[in-house]
């Protein structure tokens, strides 16, 4: 939760809605990202859908089983 929280305050302080994301598979982290919606001018970049997206990329498809957003 915490680095969630470090990410929500990174993307808020760069403008963004304040808000992180981590991705964890058996206690490793995968991916942490905050909003990137105002700097991309992507409506579908959420801290949560870029979490996933990085977490898919790492394991090599989209079955992210055991996984906790």
Known sequence: MTLALEQ???AGAQ???PVGAVLV???EVLAA???E???RRD???HAEMLA?????????GWRLKEATL
């Open 8 to 10: 929500a305050r990174c």
């Open 15 to 17: 403008g963004e809605v």
């Open 25 to 27: 598979i058996g206690g």
């Open 33 to 35: 990202r905050g909003n």
């Open 37 to 39: 919606r105002e700097r």
């Open 43 to 45: 409506p579908t970049a």
């Open 52 to 60: 996933l997206r990085d977490g898919a990329a790492i394991v090599g």
